[in-house]
Structure formats: structure tokens, C-alpha cells
């Protein structure tokens, strides 16, 4: 049996309610990290810890220009080699990526844990007026 109008809108309340619940969780939970990541930022040992994965970043750089030159070559025609060559290009790249989004982290959770804290005020404030 299908439920009527109300039983239907009463649901989708209850839904709503638990959504808003939920989100206003991740954005306190985000609020916090913000306040972490700028005490991280104040450590030493963060900046020592940065400073390597600066130079692993640069090593990945520089082993990125080589492969990407090896796979121009002219003379490399194995499509064998060319493949096992892209596919050390894409690992190096992917890891030059994950280097930068731990370089980027504090920087990101700061800047959401910012947003986070604006849509939690005007989601109050949109609370106070229903």
C-alpha cells in the first residue's frame, strides 16, 4: 500500500531534519580541523617534515621531464617499452600528485574549515527564521 500525501511530506521532514543534523556535524567536525591545521603550521617539526616532501616532490619532477623524454624518443618504437613507460610516467605522477595535496593540506582544511563555518552560522540563522 502506497502512503498517503501526509505520511509522504512527514517523511520527508523527518529526512530533512536528519540531513541538516548531519551536515551541521561535518561542519563542526570541519570547523576543528581548521583550528588543527593552523596549530600544525606552527610546529617545526611540520616544517622539516614539508621540507622532505619538497625535495621527494622535485625528485618526482625530475624523474616526470625524463620519462616524458624517453617516451618522445624517436627511437624508442617497442610498443612494449613505450607502454611500460607510460605506466611509470602515470606512477610518478600520481605520486608527485599525493605529494602536493599533503604540501596543500593545511592550507585546504583552513580554507574549508572556514566555509564550514559560515554555512554552520547561516544554517542557524535560517533555523532561527522557520
Request: glycine fraction near 2%; hydrophobic fraction near 45%.
Amino acid at each position: 500500500m502506497l502512503p498517503d500525501a501526509q505520511e509522504h511530506f512527514q517523511s520527508l521532514k523527518q529526512q530533512q531534519a536528519t540531513d541538516i543534523t548531519a551536515k551541521r556535524r561535518q561542519f563542526t567536525i570541519l570547523a576543528q580541523a581548521e583550528v588543527l591545521a593552523e596549530h600544525m603550521t606552527q610546529v617545526r617539526e611540520w616544517d622539516l617534515f614539508l621540507s622532505y616532501i619538497a625535495a621527494a616532490q622535485e625528485e618526482c619532477a625530475k624523474e616526470i621531464d625524463k620519462l616524458r623524454a624517453k617516451i618522445s624518443d624517436p627511437m624508442v618504437v617497442d610498443h612494449d617499452e613505450v607502454m611500460r613507460l607510460k605506466v611509470l610516467l602515470e606512477g610518478w605522477i600520481q605520486r608527485q600528485n599525493a605529494f602536493q595535496a599533503v604540501i596543500s593540506l593545511p592550507k585546504d582544511l583552513m580554507e574549508m574549515g572556514r566555509e564550514a563555518k559560515s554555512l554552520a552560522e547561516r544554517m542557524a540563522e535560517m533555523e532561527k527564521t522557520d
